[in-house]
């Protein structure tokens, strides 16, 4: 079955600090990926779609410029979250689905600013 | 917009069968998922079901679709501790290229 496979599955850093987040999959190629983000106890919601060779579509209230998107390869789609603060620290999730099939997740990187 | 509505939470004993209910608002909705998540961990799909079904049983997964009432159901039969988890019941109005809208998703605590 389709694999996605998600970088670093967690990280521990300064405010102020830049992370970079990797989500590949792993037996297609994948035109859309979209990013999700999930609170402690809450639901996941998604905070943008992002398409290989073109910027990226970012639900309202989300910021472009401090979650930075990159799907440059049909492979290969990243999150950057810039000067990281507190407020950020949660668990994001990659996802793609391809054609009819569903979406299949990676396993959620875990983001704790200190 | 659309919602997904789901009860927070849920207990049994093992070797009984669980039914966690799931309700949505989107008439349009086209394929209705369940996800499975532990502690720490990524969504695993467990099983789908398109919206001119009715029923899909998949082992001890049975999903059960009232598309009148905009009503889904995952039942575990003889329920495990390992099943212990979050399930989250999703929407989504498209193919695999369309965005999910989740429930807030239903804590199941299976005791020995």
């Known amino acids: 079955g389709a694999v996605v496979s998600q970088h670093p599955s967690w990280v521990i850093c300064k405010s102020g600090t830049s992370v970079k987040i990797e989500c590949r999959s792993l037996?297609?190629?994948?035109?859309?990926m979209f990013w999700y983000r999930q609170f402690p106890k809450q639901s996941l919601m998604l905070m943008a779609t992002s398409n290989e060779g073109s910027k990226a579509t970012y639900e309202q209230g989300v910021e472009k410029d401090k979650f930075l998107i990159n799907h440059a390869s049909l492979t290969l789609s990243t999150l950057t979250v810039t000067s990281a603060h507190p407020e950020d620290s949660s668990f994001y999730i990659c996802s793609y689905g391809q054609g009819n099939q569903p979406q299949h997740f990676g396993d959620g990187t875990r983001l704790s600013i200190l | 917009g659309e919602d997904v509505e789901q009860s927070l939470f849920l207990s049994v004993r093992e070797g009984d069968s669980s039914v966690i209910n799931c309700t949505y608002t989107d008439s349009s909705s086209t394929y209705l998922y369940w996800y499975k998540q532990e502690p720490g961990a990524g969504l695993q799909l467990l099983t789908y079901i398109f919206s001119n079904m009715d029923m899909k049983q998949d082992q001890r997964l049975t999903v059960l679709l009232n598309k009148k009432d905009k009503h889904l159901s995952l039942r575990i039969a003889d329920t495990q501790t390992g099943d212990s988890a979050i399930y989250f019941c999703a929407e989504s109005n498209g193919s695999g290229y369309s965005t999910l809208t989740f429930g807030k998703g239903t804590m199941l605590l299976v005791s020995p």
């Open positions: 037996d297609f190629q994948a035109t859309t």
